[in-house]
């Protein structure tokens, strides 16, 4: 019987791909139903078997499950697969729920006491191979290698997650680990296996284990050989080669199981429609119901959007003179769908696309569709906007109009769930699979996708995201993109393209002043404690500190005591008299801060560009509560409040030919955002004021007058103030300002007292949130909190915490890029040469130009103050200086 003839048995791993769906799809918060009940991992597995249906076509599918995390293997080394963390609470039951639909879709699935679903998978590998199938096994673990052979094939999860599968045949096995799949147990029992718990031989990795196998074959006979190995490897191998014959005895799979099926038994049968609706209506999956009720009829799969057939148009390449009646013949409500092709960085042509013609302008041709780039009246539709529009930018090429981005849609509509590349939108916006190259391969099983066709899922995503943008329930969410989000876009790839000087010279010399403070404190802490230690590793701290100091405990985690700086901080409190103890934490911690931010400024010296400015990348939904997040590298994380923070900020510089740097900075927004939106009389008439607010809510809540408010008692109330709108308790806020929980609470009471409708307000937002399912913001952005009514109370606290804040944090990122938006129009209105750099939390950063700065500061101060109607101002302060740090305010 040739291959093509053969019969398809594919046997899934149900445990292992059930969990890494579950890991993929858990950050979306989409998969919720109304009870709390989470279903990532059933949709996730769901999607990936029936895409495997299609592309596969098995005669014959089962899956198979652990029963629990012991097993024989267990018996013999009871720390196997110990390392794994606890179960995520997210992913209980959802097993159960997965078997239950798989039941119903008439899918066999089987466990065994006492074994792992690899055990099974092997069992029935080899019963199938033997008995005439093509065997598919489906499997994250990578000890199923060992059971490739001519009939039997693993495909295995990449990087992409469940839904992009790897196929690895022998050549594939040996191309990766230069080992054959026979020999992979032996390659694993040398080097390890980390998700197993199973240490290797030290100082042994892939490379070397691989020359050895090459030379002798198998452990057994390494061992024999291994007075032969020279060197720290040969040593080490000598000295623990019972690890490598253990790790050779519990990698081995077990193939002669005595299973309740067979291969001929897991033929595969139709579903049970009633059952199908009961397990899948009940887990509220109506989109996946559709898909497997019409697994029987392809056709009919089809249409339900199971895995869209609709043929992509053909990619025309237009030469310069050929571009504008190509455009001519074009016709989409929403524009265009456009991809700036790069090259290793390089800017290479550009992709175009309606509904039904695509066509690629290379570089040498665009000129032709210069004008109709730069046309403010057309529409354009990317993923990721703003990293082509630098590229075009940098090409000479000036894009202008309608600039839409799909990726950002999503982030309003989701902003739990930013698609982070074009496949993946297409995967959740469409429900299709667009064809990526595994960037691992020498040679792609998959044809990548060219700029023209990409251009086509771009635009046809657009229509969906924007069908779901359209309704009235979003209305709101609609605003804040046509009016903060999409203007935005430009604002900051312009900032991106402009970055911010450096001078090098002062980040050198702060971090030789780190790195000799970072030996100093190292020294100390040796010398405090008689011995070196690494001061990076929790297991030796923790030895330290609890076994040789004898130190009190800290708070208890799954590998021991913490070693992190709060819990240290903690400790180092409890510890009265000046001793080695005292000493070495002391030193400990210093070297931390020293360390950590000598690695912030390497950081910053590597982004320096040919410019000599960093030019960092800003991501507008990076944040689920809307603010905007610095990357690559972070600006944001920059300590203001230590002077070794301070003198890292002193670098950012004013350019040649700019007078020195502006800074404009929101005067306690969230606090004024609060009093807005609680409505409270009391702090309302403080902002009017002007007056110092925690000195004028410590007067309230001590019950002075405000000139007695001590700097003690500011710094209670502002922490307090502060803590509030991030849901801080009693706790909490004993911990961060060292009282007890009793003075805590009663500190909280009496801010209550006297200023009652933040209470209303903070408890009124989560209810109003869990009634809705959502917050939102003064200017209607929305974001969703499924786990407000989640049974599980950790998910249910975290989600109440962050509902709290979100509103108020929310309303300070609209305000800000609104602010953004007025200061860069008005900017350019009146041609000023000045330049807006960064954005940092409530602060913007400019770059005067020569005689600007009067009218900068006017325009700047303007549009920050009046970017928002609240029944509080919105106070800017204004600094100047030729750094960061000097023009702080």
């Known amino acids: 019987m040739s291959d093509p003839q053969k019969p398809t048995l594919m046997i899934i791993d149900g445990h292992s791909l059930?969990?890494?769906?579950?890991?993929?799809?858990?950050?979306?918060?989409?998969?919720?139903?109304?009870?709390?009940?989470?279903?990532?991992?059933?949709?996730?597995?769901?999607?990936?078997?029936?895409?495997?249906?299609?592309?596969?076509?098995?005669?014959?599918?089962?899956?198979?499950?652990?029963?629990?995390?012991?097993?024989?293997?267990?018996?013999?080394?009871?720390?196997?697969?110990?390392?794994?963390?606890?179960?995520?609470?997210?992913?209980?039951?959802?097993?159960?729920?997965?078997?239950?639909?798989?039941?119903?879709?008439?899918?066999?699935?089987?466990?065994?006491?006492?074994?792992?679903?690899?055990?099974?998978?092997?069992?029935?590998?080899?019963?199938?191979?033997?008995?005439?199938?093509r065997v598919l096994v489906v499997s994250g673990d990578r000890d199923s290698f060992q059971l490739i052979d001519d009939d039997v094939t693993v495909l295995y999860p990449s990087a992409m997650g469940?839904?992009?599968?790897?196929?690895?045949?022998?050549?594939?096995?040996?191309e990766k680990y230069k080992v054959w799949p026979h020999q992979y147990p032996e390659l694993a029992a040398l080097v390890g296996e980390k998700a197993d718990n199973l240490p290797g031989i030290d100082k042994v990795g892939p490379v070397t284990a691989a020359k050895w196998i090459a030379q002798w074959g198998t452990v057994e006979e390494i061992l024999a050989h291994a007075d032969e190995i020279k060197g720290v490897a040969g040593s080490n191998l000598r000295e623990q080669s019972e690890r490598?014959?253990?790790?050779?005895?519990?990698?081995?799979?077990?193939?002669?199981?005595?299973?309740?099926?067979?291969?001929?038994?897991?033929?595969?049968?139709?579903?049970?429609?009633?059952?199908?609706?009961e397990v899948l209506g009940g887990l509220q999956m109506r989109t996946m119901l559709d898909r497997v009720l019409k697994l029987d009829d392809a056709e009919a799969a089809v249409a339900s959007g199971a895995e869209s057939r609709i043929a992509a148009p053909d990619v025309l390449t237009l030469a310069a003179s050929e571009v504008d009646a190509w455009l001519a013949a074009q016709h989409t409500p929403l524009g265009l769908g456009v991809v700036v092709d790069t090259v290793d960085g390089e800017f290479a042509g550009i992709g175009l696309s309606s509904a039904s013609a695509s066509a690629y302008i290379p570089a040498e041709n665009v000129d032709g569709l210069r004008s109709w780039l730069a046309d403010e009246t057309t529409s354009k539709v990317f993923f990721d906007a703003k990293?082509?529009?630098?590229?075009?930018?940098?090409?000479?090429?000036?894009?202008?109009?309608?600039?839409?981005?799909?990726?950002?849609?999503?982030?309003?509509?989701?902003?739990?769930?930013?698609?982070?590349?074009?496949?993946?939108?297409?995967?959740?916006?469409?429900?299709?699979?667009?064809p990526v190259s595994d960037p691992n391969q020498l040679v792609p099983e998959v044809p990548p996708v060219g700029a023209g066709t990409e251009a086509w899922f771009v635009l046809r995503v657009a229509d969906a995201v924007t069908t779901t943008l359209a309704t009235e329930a979003n209305a709101g969410t609609r605003r804040v993109h046509d009016e903060i989000e999409r203007p935005l876009t430009p604002v900051l790839a312009q900032m991106e393209l402009t970055g911010v000087a450096i001078d090098a010279g002062v980040l050198a010399r702060q971090r030789e002043v780190l790195e000799q403070g970072a030996d100093t404190y190292r020294t100390a802490a040796f010398a405090a404690i008689g011995h070196e230690v690494n001061l990076g590793s929790p297991k030796q701290l923790q030895t330290v500190l609890f076994d040789e100091l004898g130190l009190p405990p800290t708070r208890k985690t799954k590998t021991g005591y913490s070693t992190d700086a709060d819990s240290l901080a903690d400790l180092l409190e409890k510890i009265e008299e000046e001793n080695e103890g005292s000493i070495f934490l002391q030193s400990l911690l210093k070297h931390r801060d020293a360390t950590k931010l000598k690695q912030m400024i390497e950081t910053l010296e590597k982004s320096i560009a040919a410019d000599g400015r960093i030019h960092t990348t800003y991501d507008q939904v990076g944040a689920a509560t809307g603010r905007i997040s610095s990357n690559d590298p972070n600006l944001q994380n920059i300590p203001v409040r230590s002077d070794e923070g301070r003198r890292i900020r002193s670098a950012f510089v004013s350019g040649e030919g700019f007078e020195s740097l502006l800074t404009a900075d929101y005067s306690q927004i969230?606090?004024?955002?609060?009093?807005?939106?609680?409505?409270?009389?009391g702090l309302i008439e403080a902002f009017r004021a002007g007056e110092d607010l925690h000195r004028y809510v410590g007067s309230h809540v001590f019950g002075v007058a405000p000139e007695d408010v001590t700097a003690a008692m500011r710094n209670k109330v502002k922490a307090m103030s502060y803590g509030l709108a991030y849901g801080l308790g009693p706790f909490g806020l004993a911990k961060q300002l060292r009282i007890s929980q009793a003075e805590a609470k009663q500190l909280m009471a009496d801010y209550f007292e006297r200023f009652g409708r933040v209470r209303d307000y903070l408890r009124d937002v989560v209810q109003q949130a869990k009634s809705d399912g959502y917050t939102e913001t003064i200017f209607g952005r929305r974001r969703p909190f499924p786990d407000l009514n989640s049974p599980n109370r950790v998910l249910r606290d975290n989600a109440e915490?962050?509902?709290?804040?979100?509103?108020?944090?929310?309303?300070?990122?609209?305000?800000?890029?609104?602010?953004?938006?007025?200061?860069?129009?008005?900017?350019?209105?009146?041609?000023?040469?000045s330049r807006m750099l960064l954005q940092v939390h409530d602060e913007l950063i400019f770059e005067i130009a020569p005689g600007e700065q009067e009218k900068l500061e006017e325009i700047v101060t303007r549009r920050m103050s009046t970017a928002a109607t609240l029944d509080v101002p919105l106070t800017v302060q204004i600094g100047r200086g030729p750094d960061w740090d000097a023009a702080a305010h």
Not at 247 to 274: C, F, I, K, S, Y
Not at 670 to 681: K, P, T, V
């Open 801 to 833: 915490r962050a509902a709290l804040n979100s509103p108020i944090q929310g309303s300070a990122a609209d305000i800000m890029k609104i602010a953004m938006l007025g200061v860069a129009s008005d900017m350019a209105d009146a041609g000023l040469g």
């Open 244 to 277: 490598a014959r253990r790790n050779r005895r519990l990698n081995a799979l077990v193939r002669d199981l005595d299973l309740p099926l067979a291969p001929a038994d897991l033929e595969r049968r139709g579903v049970d429609a009633t059952a199908v609706r």
């Open 387 to 434: 990293r082509q529009l630098k590229a075009s930018e940098r090409a000479g090429l000036a894009i202008r109009g309608a600039v839409n981005d799909t990726r950002v849609m999503a982030g309003l509509l989701n902003p739990s769930r930013v698609p982070a590349s074009l496949a993946d939108q297409v995967l959740s916006a469409l429900e299709e699979s667009m």
């Open 670 to 681: 969230e606090m004024r955002i609060m009093a807005h939106l609680s409505g409270d009389a």
């Open 162 to 174: 469940v839904t992009a599968l790897k196929r690895y045949d022998a050549d594939a096995v040996f």
């Open 18 to 133: 059930a969990f890494r769906a579950f890991f993929a799809l858990v950050q979306t918060g989409n998969f919720i139903t109304d009870d709390g009940q989470h279903t990532e991992a059933v949709y996730g597995f769901l999607s990936m078997m029936l895409r495997l249906l299609k592309d596969e076509e098995p005669t014959h599918l089962g899956v198979a499950f652990d029963v629990s995390r012991t097993s024989f293997r267990t018996a013999e080394y009871a720390e196997y697969k110990e390392g794994r963390g606890e179960t995520p609470p997210e992913f209980s039951g959802q097993v159960g729920l997965l078997q239950n639909a798989l039941t119903a879709m008439n899918v066999p699935w089987i466990t065994k006491d006492d074994y792992e679903a690899d055990d099974i998978l092997a069992t029935l590998a080899a019963q199938g191979a033997a008995q005439g199938y």
